[in-house]
């Protein structure tokens, strides 16, 4: 498969506001591919530039070093703006500081009026990019009656609705309760599985991670580790090292290999966990 | 408590009045107050107020709505009402007391005055009580869209105004919460002396206008992640058309503007 996402050797850097101007380097040399369809986690810890790196991916930030290049557009290019952010549609955090209408409908539009797209097309793509995160029956309803889950649906459904190949979430579900996270986590993933759409999952919540293709860690500025979850999460130390949890389970794995058992460290679901034990007392 | 607070005064409903196309309602609601303003005796008021109740009746909304309405400017049309009263120096006096002199004239005025007054506030209330905020914006951002050629920044007035209208209610959700909190560590925000009050306030209203900086900042930043370049070549979801309807109500409105003229001229 091709990728969608190409960065090589970026280096962000800002200039501090204080008298000095030092320049403060958030970014250092980042090399990353990102195959069309895949569903990659960046994990890290507060302040380590994921939300820098994300915000590279559909040129909010322009790379102080490097390039940046998503569908074969480089983020650098100012006549294709448009299509590259059309291309690469983005998701915060913030559920409400990223609803722009009172109705849920026309927020979904939004995108859409911005591009011009003719009124038909607009009320197709609308409808079904609402029915695509179950909030169709929602659609006259004023965002601020809706939970927080429900409102982080129609934000994707609103970058949906630009038919974009890749989507990337900037901790989507860090205000989020609970039931709201599975909501937007299942809503993510099926937008993955079923319309083949690139996801970039930026999140600290480990077992978030646990279910992507791939699992990529950044610390300080640098990409430390980028492989499937079983392999990144086995190194349980080395995330440990740089301040990151991994899931319950598989440090479960970790503590009982410590102790002599013969248990897979690669281990990240509770099944899997469950299954391994049992296979301990049998054996 | 603070979630009482409606915002606009919509009263939603699916009468005649309320489906009418909001650029129609505002251009009658304009023609109707020059109506009301064009008739110099009480047959023109007359015909005004047949109008005035017509519509009300046709809204449907209930009567009491419309009172409601009148109500927070009461003080101002007792002044109004006394002004006229007392400071009328045409006419046959009625009565004469020391400093203070009521003609015939006076009285006419005020009582003239405040019913024209009263059918002006109840009229531009049925315009508000019948369309949404979301939807009178809209209208406005249309009707005004002719001025664009001259560079007034159309699109980006009404743009402002509905962000405010999606805000109003999650900055009051937030408003609630901060009060809480400084009430939690002790601010006294209910009682005291109106100046403790009025300091204590702002331990309200900082955090609140940081919050709604840093609001502003993040809804900036996905709006352009959205595409958002200003008004040039947006198209619309919502589409206003206009139905017979709307012509027949601008005809009605347009024949009782010109009965009015005629009237004043005649009498």
Known sequence: MDNIIEIKGLHFSYETDDEEKKPVEVLKGIDLDIKQ??????????????????????????????????????????ERLFDLRQCAGMVFQNPDNQIVSSIVEEDVAFALENLGV???????????????????????????QLSGGQKQRVAIAGIIAMEPKCIILDEPTAMLDPQGRKEVLATIHRMNREKGITIVLITHYMDEAADCDRVVVMDK?????????EKVFSQVDKLKAIGLDVPQVTELAWELRKAGCDISPEIITEEECAAAIERLFAG | MLRDITIGQYFPGDSVIHRLDPR?????????????????????????????????????????????SVKPLFIFLLITAFINL??????????????????????????????????LIMGSSLLTYTTSPITLTDA???????????????????????????FIPTLIEETDKIMSAQKARGAEIDTGSFTTR???????????????????????????????????GRTRLRQLKSAPRDYIALGVTVLFLAGVIVLGRLF
């Open chain 1, 37 to 78: 369809g895949e569903f990659v986690a960046v994990l890290g810890h507060n302040g380590c530039g994921k939300s820098t790196l994300a915000k590279h991916l559909n040129a909010i930030l322009l790379p102080t070093e490097g390039t940046v290049t998503v569908d074969g557009i480089d983020t650098k290019d100012g």
């Open chain 1, 118 to 144: 003719p009124y038909e097309e607009m009320r197709r793509r609308v409808d079904d990019s609402l029915k695509a995160v179950g909030m169709y029956e929602y659609r006259l309803h004023s965002p601020s």
């Open chain 1, 221 to 229: 500025g640098e990409v430390v580790r980028d492989d499937v979850p």
């Open chain 2, 24 to 68: 129609f309602k505002i251009v009658i609601t304009i023609l109707y107050i020059v109506m009301l303003f064009s008739g110099g005796n009480y047959l023109c008021l007359a015909v005004g107020a047949v109008f005035t109740i017509g519509a009300i009746l046709l809204s449907k909304i209930p009567l009491k709505m419309f009172v409601k």
């Open chain 2, 86 to 119: 007392f400071f009328m120096s045409r006419g046959n006096v009625l009565l004469h007391w020391k400093f203070i002199k009521i003609t015939d004239e006076g009285v006419n005025t005020s009582v003239f005055m405040v019913v024209r007054i009263v059918l």
């Open chain 2, 140 to 166: 406005i951002e249309r009707l005004l869209s002719p001025l664009r050629k001259i560079k007034f920044p159309v699109h980006e007035l009404a743009m402002m105004m509905s962000i405010a209208l999606r």
């Open chain 2, 198 to 232: 009025a300091k204590n306030l702002i331990s309200i209203l900082v955090p609140l206008f940081i919050s709604a900086f840093r609001r502003a900042d993040e809804l900036a930043t996905a709006m352009e992640c959205r595409c958002y370049h200003g008004g040039e």
